[in-house]
């Protein structure tokens, strides 16, 4: 019988690639834009700083990479560069980044059924955070475990000025998730088990109860088996455009891409997986659970 549910955000409950690719590139548009830089100039900058902090959504990416070194008076930088940027992303991200169908239905019929259930990913808690109080996540979660956050600069840093709406921002909790969010360490990104294993253990449930659900053959699949768990393949989530995976290619550090899109890039993996279960939807898990109990 299954008592919990351990999920990936990234590629399972919604689409990284298909918010993050037009946001960013609308952050940079708009760059383009106020700054007459070339593109490929901005592109290159951002990424730079994208890489050292492992996420394309730090919020000081500006403001910290060599765009802010060629305009240093932070007053106008800030109202004519990061604040339309900033709205510009934001805007993006709000149109874009969507649950997959089924996903916010079927986490409340588990929750119906008491059955918890567990976000595990590698993204760091910062991004994480927003993105389940964005789609509301965070109030269908028991908890969140994620890698460990990027630490904000110091606003009295004056070679490093930042926005200090996105500091009091952070200190009033505006961006804290309702659910239980912890803080793994970062030799605990998957495939490493110990993740899971830690969730099985805090959580009081065996491995052998639990379902693993992940659209990554090598980040998920095979964690849930190494630990002994009912592992399912979101299989939906591997569907990527070509475009889109070259125009992530461009803006997207290498790194992150690696982490926060793996199944895309499981191509060789593919063609001998033998997951125990595949999934079209997630909903599906429902009836995965429902066998696993005897239920019809």
């Known amino acids: ?24 590139e609308a952050l940079v548009s708009s760059v ?9 100039k901005i592109v290159q ?16 990416v500006l403001q910290e990479s060599e765009i802010f070194t060629a305009f240093p008076e932070f007053g106008s930088f800030d109202k004519l560069i990061i604040e339309p940027a900033a709205t510009a992303f934001q805007d ?30 590698d993204a760091p ?27 904000f600069p110091k606003s009295d840093d004056g070679e490093k ?20 969010v912890t803080e793994l360490p970062r030799d605990y990104e998957k495939p490493n088990p110990l993740g899971l294993r830690r969730i099985c253990e805090e959580m009081g449930v065996s491995p052998t109860e ?30 990527v455009s070509l475009e889109y995976k070259e125009r992530l290619e461009i803006i997207s550090a290498p790194a992150i891409t690696k982490r926060h899109a793996a199944s895309i890039l499981d191509g060789d993996a593919r063609k001998n ?7 079209s939807h997630f909903e599906q898990i429902l009836q995965i659970i429902d066998g696993s109990s005897g239920r019809a």
């Open 32 to 40: 383009e834009r106020s700054t007459d830089w070339p593109r490929i």
């Open 161 to 180: 000025k930042i926005s200090r709406r996105i500091e009091q921002k952070d200190q009033q909790g505006e961006y804290r998730a309702a659910c239980k």
């Open 210 to 239: 639990t379902l693993v659900v992940g659209d990554a053959l090598k980040k998920d699949v095979a964690v849930a088996r190494e630990v002994g768990a009912v592992d399912c393949w979101a299989e939906y989530g591997t569907y």
């Open 273 to 279: 997986a033998h997951p125990t279960h595949r999934l």
């Open 125 to 151: 808690r910062n991004p994480v955070q927003v993105r389940a109080k964005l789609l509301k996540l965070d109030q269908h979660l028991d908890a969140i475990y994620c890698l460990p956050g990027f630490e």
């Open 45 to 60: 900058a951002l990424k730079k700083v994208y890489a050292k902090y492992e996420s394309n959504e730090y919020p000081f």
């Open 92 to 121: 993006a991200r709000k149109k874009y980044l969507q649950p997959y169908p089924g996903v916010i239905e079927t986490l409340e019929k588990l929750k119906q059924r008491g059955i918890p259930v567990v976000a595990l990913t």
């Open 1 to 24: 019988m299954i008592r919990l549910v351990v999920t990936d955000m990234d590629g399972t409950l919604y689409s990284w690639i298909d918010y993050i690719v037009p946001a960013v």
